[in-house]
């Protein structure tokens, strides 16, 4: 029988965020995303590096450690192409610690869009260009294949799951959601329903978002949170089980949860107590499913995602103005495509990442301040004016171009 194990798999991402982009600039500043003051939180470079000294550096010095101290630990990343370039741009020794943990052969890399999207709801050739683009980044810059697939946002359902079965991948993670799951556990590997090789990974929700949600928060009744508490927590919920699946942002150590919460310390705790259980171990998420056969077959008909008490869609779909800005942006993909166009194609794709919208989300009461907490402008209508007039620029650039190449001849 094999071991009883914890798969950990975190998120890398960082959006281009639009700057106060005015209808003004529209036909005239082709340039949506470098904000000129270093002052607001829309600087993707100041982002990058106060992220980069907060959780990057420090999360992986410690992931580091942890690998050299505990043959038994792993950790699997998803790590976003938008991500990347910022850190080619601005914090080239960031990447470098990610080699080096991927180069311990115990770090995988999970395969995902390359821009972040909702691409697979809208155009499914758009997707699969960003799939393999995003495999081809990972394969040139960390010399590994990826195998296993997250969608944005862990958006996921039925669909989904054959088209990576029938793309080759092994696993597809998703969120294990109580009125799917019904009297299940999602500490086991599960078979999508319609599919014949692929397994399914799905999150723990109630023990990862301990982490990522509730650590800090001293009106939480289970604050302050030990290593030993959730090591207690971890046993009771495995059971006899096989993998408990901690899934959640990377920038949960550090950025949402501060380093003065004590959350690194914890996690350090956390790990070696875990480990001192000989019944216990990590897994990647291939270790998990290579270990563990599926144990019964899970069908989700409908999109599942890992945000807000809903887990659906609209986070990013759920107003008239998100549903407008994708439509807009994906109703110019031939011509965008047709143009041959690098930078415009990249602008394109760069809209199109699932932050913007979720920067428009007008929902209210908890899930509302999360939004807010997230977002860098003052308002959701302000981040929508400002990915409009963008759009419209796009447009403006793709009638200049098709008009020029007209001109020529």
Request: net charge negative.
């Amino acid at each position: 029988m094999s071991k009883r194990g914890i798969v950990l798999y975190l998120h890398v991402h960082q959006p281009f965020r639009v700057r106060q982009y005015s209808v003004f600039d529209t036909a005239i500043n082709h340039d949506y995303f470098d904000e000129p003051s270093t002052e607001t939180d829309r600087n993707n470079e100041k982002v990058l590096r106060k992220v980069a000294d907060k959780s990057y550096r420090p999360m992986n010095a410690l992931l580091e450690k942890l690998l050299n101290n505990h043959p038994e630990f792993k950790v699997s990343l998803s790590i976003t192409g938008t991500f990347i370039e910022q850190a080619e741009k601005w914090a080239p020794d960031v990447l470098d610690s990610f080699k080096r943990l991927v180069d311990t052969g115990r770090v995988e890399i999970v395969s995902e869009t390359y821009y972040h999207s909702l691409a697979f709801f809208y155009s499914r050739s758009e997707f699969e260009r960003q799939v393999e683009a995003h495999r081809n980044k990972i394969r040139e810059l960390f010399g590994v294949e990826t195998s296993v697939f997250r969608n944005t946002e862990l958006a996921y359902n039925d669909e989904l799951a054959k088209w990576a079965d029938g793309y080759g991948f092994k696993g597809i993670l998703a969120e294990g959601w109580d009125p799917i799951l019904e009297w299940r556990s999602p500490n086991t590997v599960y078979r999508p329903a319609g599919t014949k090789n692929i397994a399914l990974l799905l999150k723990n929700y109630h023990l990862s978002d301990d982490l990522a949600f509730r650590f800090s928060n001293q009106g939480w009744a289970e604050w302050p949170l030990t290593a030993e508490k959730y090591n207690a927590w971890a046993n009771a919920s495995i059971g006899d089980q096989t993998n408990i699946n901690l899934f959640m942002d990377y920038e949960t150590f550090g950025e949402h949860q501060w380093a003065d919460t004590g959350i690194f310390n914890f996690f350090e705790a956390f790990v070696g107590d875990w480990l001192q259980n000989p019944d216990n171990t990590f897994y990647t998420v291939s270790d998990a499913i290579d270990a563990n056969p599926p144990v019964a077959e899970i069908s989700m008909p409908y999109t599942v995602t890992w945000a807000d008490t809903e887990r659906d869609l609209t986070a990013w779909l759920g107003n008239s103005m998100q549903q407008e800005a994708l439509r807009y942006v994906y109703a110019l993909e031939e011509d965008v495509m047709r143009s041959q166009d690098l930078d415009l194609i990249a602008d394109w794709r760069r809209l199109q990442t699932s932050d913007h919208v979720y920067y428009m989300c007008t929902k209210w009461f908890t899930d509302g301040d999360v939004h807010a907490y997230f977002s860098p402008y003052e308002s959701p209508y302000d981040a929508f004016l400002y990915h409009m007039n963008a759009v419209r620029d796009i447009r403006w650039r793709l009638h200049h171009y098709h008009g020029m190449r007209s001109l020529n001849g």
